[in-house]
């Protein structure tokens, strides 16, 4: 859990450099990173309440097998985001499933670019992603600090 949550404040500040540089679609996927790495820190803090959703197992390359739910928040692969968002959302609160929401459009952005008809990214121009990646990055820091620094977390 300590791994994923200086992974997501590294991967914040260079979301927040990348972005002061003016590279906006780099920016979007490093905040895209932080989130999913806190993400996980979260997920393997709830770990309890995702085992009743990801019940399976998982057979690695290696050919060992492992639970469903240590591998979705080992790997926290970008298709399981959303749904492992919606069940922390019920632990931490709505906020993580909104900013996950903000971060899938990020991820999305991130390789389609801007789009003003709206198909291949939400976003009509760097601008906005621009305001998105500043307000996912303030969300990092405010989950983060509510969870894991506050006296109860």
Not at 43 to 61: F, I, P, Q, S
């Amino acid at each position: 859990m300590r791994a994923r949550l200086l992974e997501a404040s590294y991967e914040a500040e260079l979301a927040a450099k990348f972005l002061e540089e003016g590279l906006i679609r780099n920016a979007a996927g490093r905040a895209y990173q932080a989130w999913k790495a806190l993400l996980a820190a979260l997920a393997a803090r709830a770990r309890d309440e995702l085992a009743k959703v990801y019940t399976g197992m998982k057979r690695l390359r290696s050919g060992a097998r492992i639970s469903e739910v240590d591998w979705v928040i080992a790997f926290m692969p970008s298709s399981r985001v959303r749904p492992v968002a919606q069940v922390l959302a019920r632990v931490f609160g709505r906020d993580v499933l909104m900013y996950t929401d903000v971060a899938l459009n990020l991820h999305e952005y991130q390789y389609n670019g801007p789009d003003r008809e709206g198909v291949f990214s939400r976003y009509p121009s760097d601008e906005y992603a621009k305001e998105d990646i500043e307000r996912l990055l303030k969300g990092v820091e405010k989950v983060k600090r509510r969870v894991f620094e506050s006296p109860l977390g």
